[in-house]
Structures are given as structure tokens and as C-alpha cells.
């Protein structure tokens, strides 16, 4: 049993390791910001993803379960019926022990029985045997050999005396033999015997017992795995594609067709613009070489260039994802603005309580916070209105873009038709020239492999508590009192990931660090 028991504890013990290391596995993968905050969670294959990881969360609950029932079933309660069974089978031997120091003591006593009547009976025969020689003595007197037989006559009487005590002795020893062996040891052997064959089947069960607790939570397995693969049934990849097609679609127009350009007549040529590509010439006629090389650019969006320099206002993005972006802003701050109003108004029922109740608090403590509170209000809302008036200019932009593409169709169109009119080619040229300033704006932003990828945002702040040398790769100094943004918690390891406001990111130990999450 006791062997059982260890065999159990071990493998609750890796059921408690694999558990953990899943546990450990799913609190990597699940995402770090909220799912409203994830761009990722509109696509069903990541929302698959997290369903797969949360299931994995289930099972790895499972294993916990399965480790928790045999330590309790078996480990726990199987130990102490072991202790319990050692002491039981403790008293069984105590009493046979009993029994047969019994039937020693006895022994002993049969055997100095047996030797007193041993002696007592060689000293009856030699005193008879020194009174008939007495007796027969001429030279003895009378009282010699009256007393020689008086010395005969008890030590015969002695020897008898012991012939009894000797024979009263050994029937006691064979009744209490008989009553050992007969009796007492094999009720003993029978409650030893009827002991195992409880351990036997106590042993049994628990044996039934490892089977039943990984068959108690097969179902609820079962469904973690079926919920595996209905995350995996909804998976649809056109859906994604429509989605990351709306969510990185640029709001551009595809460049028109290049114009020739004849220059056998340098007076005469105009830089065309159909061709969002085409670039502008200089007064001369002459193509300018700046303008040549930028325009190249923005023809080809796969270009491997150098990245974009990040603004506040995000025009260094598409029209249509600087609108998406900015839009996110002004929510993310009216939220936050909604939050100080709240506030507002709370400590401003709290202080209210105080100047009526002044028992409670002093109403003038809440002064600091409400002016901090009030300031947070006055900032939000100029960043709110700020980012409203460059919405409205990216909105405005984007419908004047779209109407002077409208126009320079227009343009287009009367070129063709005026192939013989001088005058009339002229005039819409001009006109042509005038709008083309336009839509001579960058068309692609500097794209990389992958396209613009936005900086990781921070998931909280934290204060240094103490000065940190980062000699090592990977990790970063800090200053004592340094305020810094949280990239990553810690994982396990005693690391956080850090960000100084000078620039620069690194690990630094976590004991450091006064953590305050977003």
C-alpha cells in the first residue's frame, strides 16, 4: 500500500507540472490588451486562436483536477488507512506476544518443577540408603538410626511433595500449550489474515479509483477538444481578407495612364496629368531631377525604403487610415474625458458631505485632486479638439482630392477632343497645371516589406525604486525615481520589459519597479 501510495504521488506530481507548464504556456499567448484595444481580434483566425488557448486554459484545469483527487483519494486517505493498519497489526503481535510469553513463563516453571523433583528424589534415595546402613551398623548407636530414618521419612515425604507440585505443572503447561496452539494463535493469525484482506481490498478500490478520475473528467476533456475544433470550424479565410483589406485599405486612387510626352516640340509640351505618377517639369520644359526620383517612389508602394517618421496628426499615413486613426483617437480620449467628468462629480459630491458632515473629512483635502482633476478635464478636451480639427481636415482632403481627380478626368477628356484647337489645348493646360499642385501631393507613403507598422504601445507606467546598471544584452539602466513605460510584465522570470522616455527599451529586474497598470 505504501508503495501504491508513493507510485500516486508521483504521478500526481507530473499531472501538477504538465498543468502548470500549460497554465504557463496559455498566460503567453493570450493577448495583453483588451480585445476592444487588439486590432487582431476582428480576424475569426485569431479570435480562433484565443478560443483554442482558452480551452487549453480548460484542460490544463482538468489536470488539476485529476492530480487534486488522487493526491486526496488515494495519497491523503490511503496514507493514513496505511497507519492505521500499521497499528492495528501492532496490537495483533503485542497479543501474540502476550500469549506466548504466557506459555514461556510456564515452561519455566514446569521445568524447576521438574528440577526440584529431580534432586528432591536423589535425596530421599541417599538418605534411605544412609539409614539401612546405620541399621546394620553394630557399632551405631539407636538414636543415629532413628534419626537416620527419621531424615529418610522426610526427605521421601519432600520428593513426594514435589512428584505432585511437578505433575500439577506440566498439566498446566499442556493445557496452556494446547490453549496456544489451539486457540489463541489462530484467533491471532485469523485477525492478521482478515486485516490484510482489507488492506487487499482497500487497495483494490484505489486501484479503480486511478481509472475513475481520469474517467470522471473525459467529458469535460471532450469538450474542450470539440471546442478546439469549432474555433477551428469558423475559421473563413475570405472574411479575413475582407477585413484586412478595410482595415489597411489606403483611400488612393490607381494612377492613370502615362501621357507622351513629345519633345521634338519643347514650346509646345505640357506635363500631363493623368498620370499620378507623371512628374511635374520645371519652367523650362525640363524635367526636374527631385521630382523625377520622389514621384518614382511613390509609384511603387513595394519599395524596400527606410521607415516613415511617426507624427502626432498621422498624415505620414494613408487618407483613409489616418482617418480610421484619428477617429480611434477622439474615442479613446472622450472615454478617458468621461472618466474625469465622473470623477468630477464624485469628488465634488464628496466634498459637498464633507462641508455639511465636517466630522467625515475636511473639505478642503479634496481641493489638490479636484484641480488635478479639473486640469485632466481642460487637456482632454483640447486633445479632443484637436484631433476633431484634423479629422476634419483629413475629411476635407480627401473629398477635395477626390474632385480634382474628378476635374482632371474632365481635363483629360477635352484634351482629346481639342487635338486641333490650339487655343482651346491651351486653355484646359492651364487649367490642368492648376489643379495638378494638388495631386502632386505624396500619393504612397514610405512603405516598408510589411507596410507601416504602429510602435508598441505601452500597458502601463512604473517608477524605478532603485538605480539599475544594465550590463547585460538585453537589459537597460534606470535612475532611482525614473519614470518609465511598461512594454511587458513579468513573465515568471523576475524581468519586466521597460521604456525610457529618452528612447530605448530593455529588461530590468521587477523588484525594482513600482508597477501601475493601464
Not at 483554442?52 to 490544463?60: P, Q, T
Not at 464633507?354 to 485632486?369: A, F, I, V, W
Not at 477632343?417 to 487649367?431: A, P, Q, R
Request: with cysteine; glycine share 4%.
Amino acid at each position: 500500500m505504501d508503495k501504491y501510495v508513493k507510485f500516486v504521488k508521483e504521478r500526481t506530481e507530473i499531472e501538477q507540472a504538465y498543468a502548470k507548464q500549460l497554465r504557463s504556456l496559455v498566460k503567453k499567448h493570450l493577448p495583453k490588451r483588451t480585445t476592444r484595444e487588439d486590432p487582431d481580434s476582428k480576424f475569426c483566425q485569431y479570435q480562433a486562436f484565443l478560443q483554442v488557448v482558452k480551452e487549453l486554459n480548460d484542460f490544463a484545469g482538468q489536470r488539476e483536477i485529476v492530480a487534486e483527487n488522487l493526491l486526496t483519494r488515494i495519497c491523503v486517505e490511503f496514507g493514513k488507512y496505511s497507519q492505521e493498519l500499521k497499528q492495528e497489526r501492532k496490537l495483533h503481535l503485542q497479543e501474540g506476544r502476550r500469549a506466548q510469553q504466557q506459555l514461556e513463563n510456564s515452561f519455566k516453571q514446569l521445568e524447576n518443577s521438574k528440577r526440584k523433583f529431580e534432586r528432591d528424589c536423589r535425596e530421599a534415595e541417599k538418605a534411605v540408603q544412609t539409614a539401612e546402613k546405620l541399621d546394620q551398623d553394630i557399632n551405631a548407636t539407636k538414636a543415629d538410626v532413628e534419626k537416620a530414618k527419621q531424615q529418610a521419612n522426610l526427605r521421601s515425604h519432600m520428593a513426594e511433595e514435589s512428584k505432585n507440585e511437578y505433575a500439577s505443572y506440566l498439566q498446566k503447561f499442556n493445557h496452556n500449550q494446547s490453549q496456544f496452539y489451539f486457540l489463541e494463535m489462530p484467533q491471532i493469525f485469523n485477525k492478521l489474515q482478515e486485516m490484510d484482506e482489507r488492506r487487499t481490498r482497500r487497495l483494490k478500490e484505489g486501484f479503480s479509483v486511478f481509472s475513475e478520475t481520469e474517467q470522471q473528467v473525459m467529458p469535460i476533456i471532450g469538450k474542450c477538444l470539440e471546442g478546439m475544433k469549432a474555433a477551428a470550424d469558423l475559421v473563413d479565410e475570405k472574411n479575413d481578407s475582407r477585413l484586412l483589406i478595410e482595415l489597411n485599405k489606403s483611400g488612393f486612387e490607381r494612377p492613370g495612364d502615362m501621357d507622351f510626352e513629345d519633345f521634338s516640340q519643347p514650346i509646345n509640351r505640357t506635363s500631363s496629368d493623368s498620370s499620378l505618377g507623371t512628374p511635374r517639369g520645371t519652367l523650362d520644359g525640363r524635367l526636374d531631377p527631385r521630382l523625377l526620383g520622389k514621384n518614382k517612389g511613390k509609384r511603387w508602394p513595394f519599395s524596400r525604403k527606410n521607415k516613415t517618421v511617426i507624427t502626432e496628426d498621422f498624415s505620414h499615413l494613408p487618407p483613409e487610415q489616418r482617418r480610421k486613426r484619428l477617429q480611434q483617437k477622439i474615442e479613446e480620449r472622450n472615454r478617458e474625458l468621461q472618466k474625469e467628468l465622473d470623477q468630477r462629480d464624485a469628488l465634488n459630491k464628496m466634498k459637498d458631505v464633507y462641508q455639511k458632515t465636517p466630522q467625515m473629512g475636511d473639505p478642503n483635502s479634496l481641493e489638490p485632486k479636484i484641480t488635478e482633476t479639473l486640469s485632466n478635464i481642460e487637456r482632454l478636451r483640447l486633445e479632443v479638439q484637436k484631433y476633431e480639427a484634423w479629422l476634419a481636415e483629413a475629411e476635407s482632403r480627401t473629398l477635395s482630392n477626390r474632385y480634382n481627380r474628378h476635374l482632371d478626368h474632365a481635363s483629360a477628356l477635352n484634351n482629346n477632343n481639342c487635338s486641333h484647337e490650339k487655343d482651346s489645348c491651351s486653355l484646359n493646360t492651364t487649367h490642368s497645371d492648376e489643379s495638378h499642385e494638388t495631386l502632386n501631393q505624396p500619393i504612397y507613403t514610405e512603405f516598408d516589406e510589411d507596410f507601416e507598422e504602429d510602435l508598441a504601445s505601452p500597458i502601463g507606467t512604473c517608477v524605478a525604486l532603485y538605480p539599475f546598471e544594465g550590463s547585460s544584452e538585453g537589459t537597460i539602466s534606470m535612475l532611482e525615481g525614473e519614470e518609465l513605460s511598461l512594454m511587458e510584465e513579468d513573465k515568471g522570470d523576475g524581468w519586466t520589459r521597460v521604456r525610457r522616455s529618452k528612447g530605448g527599451e530593455g529588461y530590468v529586474p521587477t523588484s525594482y519597479l513600482r508597477v501601475n497598470l493601464n
